[in-house]
């Protein structure tokens, strides 16, 4: 499986993930208001896809997806 990271959504999901952790609920709300849900959904998608990638190379998203796959039913 490839990834194509989206630096903007990485950056954003960042951000979120940083509010989020420090308990920032003003930096929350102003992001949820400029962005909306399902960007902050991307964006934190994003950011756990870019830790995957970087952890355990282009064959981490493979591993992830197997055990996923194989995991649920």
Known sequence: ?????HPELVRL???YLRAYAEGDAVNLYRLADA???SDLIAATCEVAL???????????????STTFATTRR
């Open 1 to 5: 499986m490839e990834h194509t990271e």
């Open 13 to 15: 999901g960042a951000q």
């Open 35 to 37: 962005w909306g849900a």
């Open 50 to 64: 870019a830790v995957i990638h970087a952890t355990a190379g282009p064959q981490g998203l493979d591993a992830v």
